[in-house]
């Protein structure tokens, strides 16, 4: 029994099983939801019951439960709240990897009764993962022969992300030589090429590193680096190059065959073979040439013996080749130095072979001594060197014993002028202090002549400035015979502070040499201007007043005297001093800079106005100094009015202002009356022309409007009244004479008369 009980449950698994796979298989309703990865735990997905279209409490009796493919737990079910929860923070590129859309698949099972609806789960990819290069240096071999344009690929960095969070852009390091471009390959991937601007040399530079970034298109865009290594391959595109363009050597005329007499070098900036370098002579003479190179080295060495007496200089042309054939070349002047290696040389011409022996004083041989060699060992006569000379003649007979005579010839070597006069001092610097007095001696230029006589005489002389602006004639004056120097007007340190010139020194010898030696005269300042005030200006027309508030702190900046000095040195420092104050001890002046302070809090009782008398002094000997005065004026506040200082108005220009205001207005009344007057006479003339053609000047009625015409204060006349204006001359008056009114004929109230009049009423006026 108990079997087969067992046996129908076992059935019944079974058959559930096989219709829970049917169900996973069918495509019933599906409900999808999207959220972005690396979300949170507990993130809320969505109200499951409300989807299904149950209320919260059917989701336990109809036991409803969640199925995922691959038994891996995505989400879960609050069964009280029907909320579809995020069981674990999920990874878009650990599930899908690179697969777009990322779909995770579940299933909702209702048991009771069974009904199934299929889940979609969609991972959004965030930008969580930065470019990463697989290799941290790439190193590129570029030939210095490639072309500007040539395309070089590079390795694309990897981005697990995908979409816009995935690589978007290669960019580079700044440099002139390359710009990197950025492809897009069939499958949405980018990689990038490196592309050459400018050709390069590698004498100029061998190696590049560059920084290649990778961005990616998230927000913010992350990045990844890797070094770019370029190494640039040499060509041969460079001659050898001598260190030297001419190499000068001496040597002995005795020095062994063999010896080195001196070493070029070359160099190319080519590397490798194509920098290696052969030395040769550029003309060989294998009979003639005393030298030869070794062809690895660039050493130089003697052949052949030398001669100075037969050659004393030579000249060697070098070649330096590499193996691609470019050559450089240079000089090499070799100077054979002589040897004293030649005897003297007697040369005697015999003029008689046999003498009488009583013979009188006769010549028997002149004879004449010479040297190939030279300098010192075949040095001519110098008189600087030796002026005299006293040569020894020895006679001795032959009889016994033997009898000598000696005599003495003394030899003087006469001077040419061949030594140009020479200074003591290679240069001179004189000192003068400035307001000197005219004449005054500066100093002495001397100079020597190793010649004799008049070829030792020395003329001095002022050589023209090289600056042209510089009036030498008008500063100094040498003595031509002794070369002492004199001011010839009083310097002035300000105005001149230094000056450079030449003097010449000139012998008298045939023909006349010279040199010359530079003079710099440095004037030297003396204490002779005195401190001169910037601020507070004192020759204005108004005085300087600052203003003080009175709830100032005690060190309240209340001005600052600014003033200057001509002098320099010491006699520029300037000190200041407080001489006289209006209430001593309420300021006080800083020695140093100048600065007007307030020493103690003001109080009520402190007078507003102040006078503060500044006195500014150099530090000369004897010292000068100068005062400037400062006006404080204390107020309450800036907001409050400020007035000039009574006792300082400025007279003198309210005055000038005044006249010019008299001035001003006497023009405009003379001409207000000249028109006036014009205007006037221009009326009457009218008038009277009127007249003659009317027999009268009437105004006509359209010009005045008579019903606003108030004469009397209590009313308004009638609009029929008129007047005529009459301008009469001959008086200097003018008269006005009111006609009568024209009124209608109508009865007078109570009477049945006309009412007539004829008022006239006349005025004067009289003009100046």
Same mark, same amino acid.
């Given at each position: 029994?108990?079997?087969?009980?067992?046996?129908?449950?076992?059935?019944?698994?079974?058959?559930?099983?096989?219709?829970?796979?049917?169900?996973?298989?069918?495509?019933?309703?599906?409900?999808?939801?999207?959220?972005?990865?690396?979300?949170?735990?507990?993130?809320?997905?969505?109200?499951?019951?409300?989807?299904?279209?149950?209320?919260?409490?059917?989701?336990?009796?109809?036991?409803?439960?969640?199925?995922?493919?691959?038994?891996?737990?995505?989400?879960?079910?609050?069964?009280?709240?029907?909320?579809?929860?995020?069981?674990?923070?999920?990874?878009?590129?650990?599930?899908?990897?690179? =697969?777009?859309?990322?779909?995770?698949?579940?299933?909702?099972?209702?048991?009771?009764?069974?009904?199934?609806?299929?889940?979609?789960?969609?991972?959004?990819?965030?930008?969580?993962?930065?470019?990463?290069?697989?290799?941290?240096?790439?190193?590129?071999?570029?030939?210095?022969?490639?072309?500007?344009?040539?395309?070089?690929?590079?390795?694309?960095?990897?981005?697990?992300?995908?979409?816009?969070?995935?690589?978007?852009?290669?960019?580079?390091?700044?440099? &002139?030589?390359?710009?990197?471009?950025?492809?897009?390959?069939?499958?949405?991937?980018?990689?990038?090429?490196?592309?050459?601007?400018?050709?390069?040399?590698?004498?100029?530079?061998?190696?590049?590193?560059?920084?290649?970034?990778?961005?990616?298109?998230?927000?913010?865009?992350?990045?990844?680096?890797?070094?770019?290594?370029?190494?640039?391959?040499?060509?041969?595109?460079?001659?050898?190059?001598?260190?030297?363009?001419?190499?000068?050597?001496?040597?002995?005329?005795?020095?062994?065959?063999?010896?080195?007499?001196?070493?070029?070098?070359?160099?190319?900036?080519?590397?490798?073979?194509?920098?290696?370098?052969?030395?040769?002579?550029?003309?060989?003479?294998?009979?003639?040439?005393?030298?030869?190179?070794?062809?690895?080295?660039?050493?130089?060495?003697?052949?052949?013996?030398?001669?100075?007496?037969?050659?004393?200089?030579?000249?060697?042309?070098?070649?330096?080749?590499?193996?691609?054939?470019?050559?450089?070349?240079?000089? #090499?002047?070799?100077?054979?130095?002589? #040897?004293?290696?030649?005897?003297?040389?007697?040369?005697?011409?015999?003029?008689?072979?046999?003498?009488?022996?009583?013979?009188?004083?006769?010549?028997?041989?002149?004879?004449?001594?010479?040297?190939?060699?030279?300098?010192?060992?075949?040095?001519?006569?110098?008189?600087?060197?030796?002026?005299?000379?006293?040569? =020894?003649?020895?006679?001795?007979?032959?009889?016994?014993?033997?009898?000598?005579?000696?005599?003495? #010839?003394?030899?003087?070597?006469?001077?040419?002028?061949?030594?140009?006069? =020479?200074?003591?001092?290679?240069?001179?610097?004189?000192?003068?202090?400035?307001?000197?007095?005219?004449?005054?001696?500066?100093?002495?230029? &001397?100079?020597?002549?190793?010649?004799?006589?008049?070829?030792?005489?020395?003329?001095?002389?002022?050589?023209?400035?090289?600056?042209?602006?510089?009036?030498?004639?008008?500063?100094?004056?040498?003595?031509?015979?002794?070369?002492?120097?004199?001011?010839?007007?009083?310097?002035?340190?300000?105005?001149?502070?230094?000056?450079?010139?030449?003097?010449?020194?000139?012998?008298?010898?045939?023909?006349?040499?010279?040199?010359?030696?530079?003079?710099?005269?440095?004037?030297?300042? +003396?204490?002779?201007?005195?401190?001169?005030?910037?601020?507070?200006?004192?020759?204005?027309?108004?005085?300087?007043?600052?203003?003080?508030?009175?709830?100032?702190?005690?060190?309240?900046?209340?001005?600052?005297?600014?003033?200057?000095?001509?002098?320099?040195?010491?006699?520029?420092?300037?000190?200041?001093?407080?001489?006289?104050?209006?209430?001593?001890?309420?300021?006080?002046?800083?020695?140093?800079?100048?600065?007007?302070?307030?020493?103690?809090?003001?109080?009520?009782?402190?007078?507003?106005?102040?006078?503060?008398?500044?006195?500014?002094?150099?530090?000369?000997?004897?010292?000068? &100094?100068?005062?400037?005065?400062?006006?404080?004026?204390?107020?309450?506040?800036?907001?409050?009015?400020?007035?000039?200082?009574?006792?300082?108005?400025?007279?003198?220009?309210?005055?000038?202002?005044?006249?010019?205001?008299?001035?001003?207005?006497?023009?405009?009344?003379?001409?207000?009356?000249?028109?006036?007057?014009?205007?006037?006479?221009?009326?009457?003339?009218?008038?009277?022309?009127?007249? +003659? &053609?009317?027999?009268?000047?009437?105004?006509?009625?359209?010009?005045?409007?008579?019903?606003?015409?108030?004469?009397?204060?209590?009313?308004?006349?009638?609009?029929?009244?008129?007047?005529?204006?009459?301008?009469?001359?001959?008086?200097?008056?003018?008269?006005?004479?009111?006609?009568?009114?024209?009124?209608?004929?109508?009865?007078?109230?109570?009477?049945?008369?006309?009412?007539?009049?004829?008022?006239?009423?006349?005025?004067?006026?009289?003009?100046?």
């Amino acid at each position: 029994m108990e079997t087969t009980q067992a046996d129908t449950l076992q059935k019944r698994q079974v058959v559930f099983l096989a219709i829970l796979l049917l169900l996973w298989e069918a495509r019933s309703e599906t409900f999808r939801y999207s959220i972005p990865e690396e979300t949170e735990s507990g993130y809320f997905v969505a109200n499951l019951a409300k989807d299904l279209g149950l209320r919260v409490g059917d989701l336990v009796t109809r036991g409803t439960r969640i199925h995922y493919k691959g038994n891996k737990q995505l989400l879960q079910l609050d069964v009280k709240t029907g909320d579809l929860l995020l069981y674990e923070k999920l990874d878009r590129e650990g599930l899908c990897a690179a =697969t777009e859309p990322c779909i995770l698949q579940f299933q909702i099972l209702l048991e009771k009764p069974v009904q199934f609806f299929q889940g979609d789960l969609h991972l959004t990819d965030v930008n969580d993962h930065s470019p990463e290069f697989l290799e941290r240096e790439m190193i590129l071999k570029i030939p210095e022969s490639a072309l500007p344009g040539t395309v070089f690929p590079l390795k694309p960095a990897r981005d697990f992300d995908i979409g816009s969070n995935t690589v978007q852009n290669y960019t580079i390091s700044g440099n &002139s030589n390359f710009h990197v471009v950025t492809h897009n390959r069939g499958d949405g991937r980018k990689y990038p090429e490196l592309v050459l601007d400018k050709a390069l040399d590698r004498e100029e530079q061998s190696e590049l590193t560059l920084i290649l970034m990778a961005l990616d298109g998230g927000a913010p865009p992350r990045s990844g680096t890797t070094t770019v290594r370029i190494e640039v391959v040499d060509i041969n595109d460079n001659a050898p190059a001598f260190l030297q363009s001419l190499y000068e050597a001496q040597i002995l005329e005795n020095t062994p065959v063999n010896s080195v007499v001196v070493v070029v070098s070359a160099r190319d900036l080519d590397a490798g073979t194509h920098g290696s370098v052969s030395y040769s002579l550029f003309h060989d003479d294998e009979v003639t040439q005393p030298f030869t190179i070794d062809q690895e080295t660039g050493e130089i060495r003697l052949k052949l013996e030398l001669d100075f007496e037969t050659n004393q200089h030579y000249n060697l042309e070098i070649v330096a080749t590499d193996s691609g054939g470019f050559s450089g070349k240079c000089t #090499v002047a070799i100077e054979v130095v002589d #040897v004293n290696d030649n005897a003297p040389e007697l040369t005697i011409s015999t003029l008689s072979r046999s003498i009488p022996e009583n013979s009188p004083e006769t010549v028997v041989a002149a004879f004449s001594v010479s040297d190939p060699d030279s300098g010192d060992n075949e040095r001519p006569l110098d008189r600087e060197t030796g002026a005299e000379y006293n040569i =020894t003649i020895t006679v001795s007979d032959l009889g016994s014993p033997r009898l000598i005579t000696q005599h003495n #010839v003394s030899v003087q070597v006469s001077d040419v002028n061949d030594n140009a006069p =020479t200074f003591t001092q290679a240069s001179y610097t004189l000192f003068v202090r400035e307001n000197n007095s005219p004449a005054l001696h500066l100093g002495t230029i &001397s100079a020597t002549d190793r010649d004799a006589g008049t070829n030792a005489l020395i003329t001095y002389s002022l050589l023209p400035p090289r600056d042209p602006q510089l009036a030498l004639a008008s500063l100094v004056s040498i003595n031509a015979d002794n070369g002492q120097l004199f001011a010839l007007r009083a310097l002035d340190y300000e105005a001149l502070r230094a000056f450079e010139f030449r003097v010449g020194a000139t012998d008298r010898g045939s023909p006349a040499l010279s040199s010359e030696a530079p003079v710099r005269v440095l004037v030297l300042d +003396a204490n002779d201007n005195a401190p001169f005030v910037l601020y507070p200006l004192q020759n204005a027309s108004a005085p300087c007043t600052e203003l003080v508030p009175r709830a100032a702190e005690a060190g309240y900046l209340v001005s600052k005297v600014v003033a200057v000095d001509g002098d320099a040195g010491q006699n520029a420092w300037l000190s200041y001093q407080l001489l006289k104050a209006t209430e001593p001890g309420l300021f006080s002046v800083w020695a140093h800079n100048g600065e007007v302070r307030t020493a103690r809090l003001l109080g009520e009782r402190d007078a507003p106005r102040h006078r503060l008398l500044v006195q500014v002094r150099d530090n000369g000997e004897p010292p000068l &100094s100068a005062s400037v005065t400062l006006h404080v004026l204390l107020v309450d506040g800036f907001s409050q009015p400020y007035l000039p200082l009574p006792e300082v108005a400025p007279e003198r220009a309210q005055a000038d202002s005044l006249t010019v205001y008299l001035v001003i207005a006497l023009a405009s009344v003379s001409s207000l009356f000249l028109f006036s007057v014009l205007v006037l006479v221009g009326v009457r003339l009218c008038r009277r022309g009127r007249a +003659a &053609s009317l027999g009268r000047c009437s105004v006509p009625e359209g010009h005045f409007p008579g019903q606003l015409v108030d004469v009397s204060g209590t009313g308004t006349l009638s609009q029929s009244y008129q007047y005529e204006v009459r301008l009469s001359g001959g008086t200097g008056t003018n008269e006005f004479k009111f006609l009568k009114p024209l009124f209608p004929n109508l009865p007078a109230q109570g009477t049945g008369e006309e009412i007539e009049g004829n008022p006239v009423i006349r005025s004067s006026f009289g003009f100046q």
